[in-house]
């Protein structure tokens, strides 16, 4: 199949693609109702950003989606967005953007194809079963393209895949190797069976922290579907605001978006809420993939000692136990999570510099940083939790 054959067309709105096509590309495995691997790039997530507000005018995140069709027929898509700074984001490249402008050059606006606000591992560049390296091909070098077309600093591709960073590097793009802290389920009966697997401290340390937890004097709820009404989001609103406003200065986020997804979404929701004296007072939000339990937000109103670990972390290790997931992706950052049987994770990204000189500098920067990000895994792993018998299982 030539290159000629695939037409590259850029859509302002989720809309001008249509969710059918969309999601033929972005999660086959849902076509007879099962759950999509990624939540995050399936048609009604990025509609609700967009629907919402959290997207578009005003936020630095303008849409620019991809597709790529033979003969009419949409083969592989991409959300892409011009951005006008590096906010919401996680794979931080505020650095290269001052040694840019420093240099003379305008760094913003740049194209960023990525699910916003969303460090969360998974497909970037989806392409219908059967056309995977036509398709992604296709979508990089129409990106490449638009990149080179409209005179702009740089194209990111932000939390892909291995095997997206793999082809893209082999098609001279920069391949970075970033680290996340994500749990693995060993089959674990329950969440003893998982204390089994750690050391005597590490595993009396995570029973005092949840005893103190869960003795702040109310009660721990689980919602999802139809049990989330209307007060749990509002209460859940304000922790993110609280959150938003002390993390980045406002929220990314709009309240319409949290309505849009209980809409749409809500049966990929679980919402743990902590109650006191009959007032909700913290929360956090994850998403349900195909195979991993993806915690997203947190807040509080009320301050009590490990409640955020019960609630974020354990509470998570939890639900995945019962639902038979592979793993709980928790978020950027954190290496207070790795006593917590959250493990040091590579994690990817693809960077395209239109400047070659530059392009030269990142790609020397980038080699260094992977070996650092290798050793750094290798020793974290080395003080993780587990016991040494079960180190390299966990790997």
Not at 337 to 353: C, D, E, I
């Amino acid at each position: 199949m030539s290159a000629q054959q695939i037409e590259i067309r850029v859509a302002s709105r989720l809309a001008e693609i249509g969710q059918a096509d969309w999601d033929a590309c972005a999660c086959p495995e849902a076509v007879d109702g099962g759950r999509p691997r990624d939540p995050f790039t399936t048609y009604r997530f990025l509609s609700a950003l967009e629907e919402s507000g959290s997207v578009g005018p005003g936020t630095g995140w303008q849409p620019q989606y991809l597709s790529a069709a033979i003969d009419g027929r949409v083969i592989a898509v991409a959300p892409l967005y011009a951005k006008s700074h590096s906010q919401g984001e996680y794979i931080f490249d505020h650095s290269w953007a001052h040694a840019y402008e420093r240099a003379g050059g305008r760094y913003y606006p740049k194209l960023q194809i990525a699910v916003p606000h969303t460090p969360a591992t998974g497909r970037r560049l989806l392409a219908r079963p059967g056309f995977g390296q036509s398709g992604v091909a296709a979508l990089l070098q129409g990106a490449v393209q638009l990149t080179e077309n409209n005179d702009l600093s740089s194209l990111h591709v932000t939390f892909c895949t291995e095997a997206e960073a793999e082809q893209g590097a082999q098609m001279g793009l920069l391949r970075r190797k970033s680290q996340q802290f994500h749990w693995r389920n060993a089959d674990y009966a329950d969440f003893d069976d998982f204390l089994n697997s750690l050391s005597s401290r590490k595993r009396k340390n995570i029973r005092k922290e949840r005893a103190q937890a869960n003795s702040f004097g109310g009660s721990i709820h689980s919602f999802t579907g139809d049990q989330i009404e209307p007060e749990h989001w509002d209460a859940f609103w304000t922790f993110y605001q609280d959150t938003g406003a002390r993390k980045w200065g406002s929220p990314y986020l709009t309240r319409q978006f949290f309505d849009i997804a209980q809409e749409n979404m809500r049966d990929d929701i679980i919402l743990v809420l902590a109650e006191r004296e009959g007032r909700w007072i913290a929360g956090a939000l994850n998403f349900i993939g195909a195979q991993a339990l993806y915690g997203r937000y947190w807040g509080c109103v009320e301050h009590h000692p490990f409640l955020h670990f019960e609630l974020c972390y354990y509470r998570a290790i939890d639900l995945a136990i019962a639902r038979g997931l592979a793993s709980v992706e928790a978020g950027a950052q954190g290496e207070h999570k790795l006593a917590r049987g959250y493990l040091p994770t590579p994690t990817w990204s693809l960077h395209f510099m239109r400047d070659a000189g530059f392009a030269r500098a990142v790609d020397e920067y980038l080699r260094a940083e992977r070996a650092a990000v290798d050793e750094e895994i290798n020793v974290l792993t080395e003080y993780g939790p587990f016991k040494r018998i079960n180190i390299e299982e966990q790997q």
